[in-house]
């Protein structure tokens, strides 16, 4: 597939690139699996440039053999001589070579060779002037690359110059990329964002199988619920690259939250658990793995815990509890599954719906710019019954004295405009808010439009996601 997006993270490459022409620069990019790291890198690189995948599987002997191997085949080394030790190998980089290096996957390092870490501080440390050389690190184990160059214990602390996390693809560039997969279906699109997200290797992996131009529900059953299904082993694979042997309780949490424990005593519940045997494993899973994240009552003290990754969301709420069922009776699964993905889409559509106001926001096309944004929750009696009230966006200034409510409705049927804004009303009276209002209805068809609606119908959604001009009454 086509080389999409990543203009800005190359423009920082290509900075970097020229600034070691001067002096020795360090770099780290990070960010989680999948998300495009090696392929950003690989679009960087020149052919004279070195790139070094760390291969956790490997022994130490037979890492710095297949590097040597590399350095052979640049003309770096000749084919009399050998590389024997670690001290050897950055010897030989600092003093002969010119141009970048890259270590793919830096951090399993700590499994093959922990003392890299501190032979390569020393290198850096006497070549601190060097020019012509600039090195790269990256990362999947966000915890651990932080753990690495922040943490003033460690070897590497304070040896880079910048730090470069990468971040998933936003809508429109996933848009994009949907596009060049013939996919054009708004629907099919905003379904399979809400199971992939802004992750291309899932965009690559239905290129890859010849399912361009196909609907969203066939592309899942074949990439999920197909015999031998190329995503089968995905989540699994990249959760046991990360968990390591400790997965079983971290699966369990992942299970928890995506079937609808948001809090730390509705996991416990959940898994049968006491509360205080949890606290670690979700700390972990929030700030070490970043796979889990909070999301607060925007007025208001109350959060609740999500699952960050979309694909792991979509593998723990449908297919990891029944994996059974997967093995034995998978296109059945699959079946039951697809039947169930426009409620799920619209469950997502909150997180989808943030991403389209801030693009709003940024061309200035909404009553007003905004510098928060998430969901509001709350609570209320009627009839002596405690009851929940939800508003699906809220949207603030930085002094917040106006706020932006809306209603996220992605499905089938027409919405109706002047019943939604009724209701809209109601809860935000219901949250004492006292400053001033302006409501939104993101939703595939609308009827009944007061004036005072501002609506993204599905036609405005692809003007947005297509960067053609917005209507004039946003």
Same mark, same amino acid.
Request: proline share 2%; hydrophobic share 40%; with cysteine.
């Given at each position: 597939?086509?080389?999409?997006?990543?203009?800005? $993270?190359? /423009?920082? =490459?290509?900075?970097?690139?020229? +600034?070691? !022409?001067?002096?020795?620069?360090? &770099?780290?990019? #990070? @960010?989680?699996?999948?998300?495009?790291?090696?392929?950003?890198?690989?679009?960087?690189? $020149?052919? /004279?440039? =070195?790139?070094?995948?760390?291969? +956790?599987? !490997?022994?130490?002997?037979?890492? &710095?053999?297949? #590097? @040597?191997?590399?350095?052979?085949?640049?003309?770096?080394?000749?084919?009399?001589?050998?590389?024997?030790?670690?001290?050897?190998?950055?010897?030989?980089?600092?003093?002969?070579?010119?141009?970048?290096?890259?270590?793919?996957?830096?951090?399993?390092?700590?499994?093959?060779?922990?003392?890299?870490?501190?032979?390569?501080?020393?290198?850096?440390?006497?070549?601190?002037?060097?020019?012509?050389?600039?090195?790269?690190?990256?990362?999947?184990?966000?915890?651990?690359?932080?753990?690495?160059?922040?943490?003033?214990?460690?070897?590497?602390?304070?040896?880079?110059?910048?730090?470069?996390?990468?971040?998933?693809?936003?809508?429109?560039?996933?848009?994009?990329?949907?596009?060049?997969?013939?996919?054009?279906?708004?629907?099919?699109?905003?379904?399979?964002?809400?199971?992939?997200?802004?992750?291309?290797?899932?965009?690559?992996?239905?290129?890859?199988?010849?399912?361009?131009?196909?609907?969203?529900?066939?592309?899942?059953?074949?990439?999920?619920?197909?015999?031998?299904?190329?995503?089968?082993?995905?989540?699994?694979?990249?959760?046991?690259?990360?968990?390591?042997?400790?997965?079983?309780?971290?699966?369990?949490?992942?299970?928890?939250?995506?079937?609808?424990?948001?809090?730390?005593?509705?996991?416990?519940?959940?898994?049968?658990?006491?509360?205080?045997?949890?606290?670690?494993?979700?700390?972990?899973?929030?700030?070490?793995?970043?796979?889990?994240?909070?999301?607060?009552?925007?007025?208001?003290?109350?959060?609740?815990?999500?699952?960050?990754?979309?694909?792991?969301?979509?593998?723990?709420?449908?297919?990891?509890?029944?994996?059974?069922?997967?093995?034995?009776?998978?296109?059945e699964l699959g079946k039951e599954v697809v039947s169930m993905l426009p409620d799920y889409t619209g469950k997502r559509f909150d997180f989808i719906c943030r991403e389209l106001l801030w693009i709003l926001n940024s061309k200035g096309k909404l009553p007003f710019k905004f510098t928060e944004i998430g969901r509001h929750w709350g609570y209320y009696r009627e009839n002596g019954q405690r009851k929940v009230y939800e508003i699906d966006i809220v949207a603030l200034t930085r002094d917040r004295k106006r706020a932006l409510f809306g209603e996220c409705k992605w499905r089938n049927k027409t919405i109706n405009g002047e019943k939604l804004l009724e209701e809209l009303k109601r809860k935000v009276e219901l949250s004492n808010w006292k400053g001033k209002s302006y409501y939104l209805l993101i939703a595939?068809?609308?009827?009944?439009?007061?004036?005072?609606?501002?609506?993204?119908?599905?036609?405005?959604?692809?003007?947005?996601?297509?960067?053609?001009?917005?209507?004039?009454?946003?």
């Amino acid at each position: 597939m086509r080389f999409i997006d990543r203009e800005v $993270e190359m /423009r920082i =490459l290509e900075e970097a690139k020229k +600034r070691s !022409k001067r002096k020795l620069y360090t &770099l780290v990019v #990070y @960010g989680l699996r999948r998300v495009g790291k090696t392929r950003l890198l690989l679009e960087f690189l $020149e052919d /004279r440039d =070195l790139y070094f995948f760390v291969n +956790r599987g !490997k022994t130490s002997e037979s890492l &710095l053999r297949e #590097y @040597g191997e590399i350095l052979r085949k640049k003309g770096i080394i000749t084919k009399y001589e050998y590389i024997s030790t670690w001290d050897e190998f950055f010897e030989v980089l600092f003093e002969r070579f010119n141009g970048v290096v890259v270590f793919d996957e830096f951090q399993d390092f700590q499994r093959v060779e922990p003392s890299v870490f501190s032979t390569l501080q020393k290198f850096i440390d006497l070549n601190e002037n060097r020019k012509n050389l600039m090195l790269i690190f990256t990362g999947s184990t966000v915890g651990m690359i932080e753990k690495l160059f922040r943490d003033s214990k460690e070897p590497l602390y304070g040896r880079i110059k910048r730090k470069l996390h990468l971040k998933e693809l936003g809508i429109k560039a996933s848009y994009e990329m949907s596009r060049e997969l013939e996919i054009e279906d708004i629907d099919d699109f905003i379904k399979l964002y809400a199971v992939f997200g802004g992750f291309p290797r899932y965009y690559v992996a239905i290129e890859d199988e010849g399912l361009e131009g196909k609907s969203a529900e066939k592309i899942i059953e074949n990439l999920f619920f197909s015999p031998s299904a190329p995503l089968e082993e995905e989540v699994p694979r990249i959760l046991s690259l990360e968990f390591g042997r400790r997965s079983g309780v971290y699966y369990d949490i992942l299970e928890a939250v995506a079937n609808g424990a948001t809090s730390l005593s509705k996991i416990a519940g959940y898994m049968n658990r006491d509360e205080t045997s949890l606290t670690r494993q979700i700390k972990e899973l929030v700030d070490y793995f970043k796979l889990l994240s909070y999301d607060r009552a925007i007025l208001g003290k109350e959060r609740v815990i999500y699952i960050r990754h979309p694909l792991l969301n979509f593998w723990f709420r449908f297919i990891h509890p029944r994996l059974s069922e997967y093995e034995a009776m998978r296109e059945e699964l699959g079946k039951e599954v697809v039947s169930m993905l426009p409620d799920y889409t619209g469950k997502r559509f909150d997180f989808i719906c943030r991403e389209l106001l801030w693009i709003l926001n940024s061309k200035g096309k909404l009553p007003f710019k905004f510098t928060e944004i998430g969901r509001h929750w709350g609570y209320y009696r009627e009839n002596g019954q405690r009851k929940v009230y939800e508003i699906d966006i809220v949207a603030l200034t930085r002094d917040r004295k106006r706020a932006l409510f809306g209603e996220c409705k992605w499905r089938n049927k027409t919405i109706n405009g002047e019943k939604l804004l009724e209701e809209l009303k109601r809860k935000v009276e219901l949250s004492n808010w006292k400053g001033k209002s302006y409501y939104l209805l993101i939703a595939k068809k609308v009827k009944n439009v007061p004036d005072e609606l501002i609506v993204l119908d599905e036609e405005a959604i692809l003007q947005i996601l297509e960067g053609s001009s917005i209507n004039d009454k946003l």
